[in-house]
């Protein structure tokens, strides 16, 4: 069975980094790309970018390239993503989910982990 | 980036009933080489991540009930809940994987 089980949610003050793990398994963790996906408070889902753990390709939304990095450790079968300098508008629960086809970044996301609560308040 | 609209925002169906969302692209989501339509829909319940139902635009992820069916070509796309039960209260998303960034539509709230 795929499952992808995200790190638990974070309270943050603004300015602090922040790095949050999707762990992975029942499958091969480097030749499927994996994203994350941002839904604010009462809000829709916001496609942030895929990474490729083969060999950490990424693809970035405009909306968020140079805001967090993405990053897959293949050793552990995780992907992360992080913040260097936390806003009071990064509180959101983010997901991470696999996409559905091995190797290809066209596809659609399928499973999604449970999600990690960030909430950023001084 | 390729927007997407859905319609309406929201809609009340009494059980049992069907259930109807929209889904418009701002650039056709066919690609004629493998002719086939480049969405996804959905489904978010509260407090949960969204649940996968249909990709290329009208397949049925495995275990989703077939009372869910997806339609459509091009720019215009349908999700249909053929008789809805409590369960399927939900809010629902169309996704574009044609081009990146892959983007969402907003949702649309199904209540009983």
């Known amino acids: 069975e795929v499952q992808l089980v995200q790190s638990g949610a974070e309270v943050k003050k603004p300015g602090e980094s922040l790095k949050i793990s999707c762990k992975t398994s029942g499958y091969s963790f480097s030749t499927y790309w994996i994203g994350w996906v941002r839904q604010m408070p009462g809000k829709g889902l916001e496609w942030m970018g895929i990474i490729y753990p083969g060999d950490s390709d990424t693809r970035y939304s405009p909306s968020f390239e140079g805001q967090v990095i993405m990053s897959a450790d293949k050793s552990i079968n995780t992907a992360y993503l992080q913040w260097s300098s936390l806003k009071t508008s990064d509180t959101a629960m983010y997901y991470c989910?696999?996409?559905?086809?091995?190797?290809?970044?066209?596809?659609?996301?399928?499973?999604w982990g449970q999600g990690t609560l960030v909430i950023v308040s001084s | 980036d390729i927007v997407m609209t859905q319609s309406p925002d929201s809609l009340t169906v009494s059980l049992g009933e069907r259930a109807t969302i929209n889904c418009t692209s701002s650039q056709s989501l066919l690609y004629s080489y493998n002719n086939k339509n480049y969405l996804a829909w959905y489904q978010q319940t509260p407090g949960q991540p969204p649940r996968l139902l249909i990709f290329?635009?009208?397949t049925r992820e495995s275990g989703v009930p077939d009372r869910f069916s997806g339609s459509g070509s091009g720019t215009h796309f349908t999700l249909t809940i053929s008789s809805l039960q409590a369960e399927d209260v939900a809010v629902y998303y169309c996704?574009?994987?044609?081009?990146?960034?892959?983007?969402f539509g907003p949702g649309t709230k199904v209540d009983i």
């Open positions: 989910a696999r996409l559905g086809l091995a190797t290809i970044w066209s596809s659609w996301f399928d499973p």
């Open positions: 996704q574009q994987y044609s081009s990146a960034p892959f983007t």
């Open positions: 290329w635009a009208s």
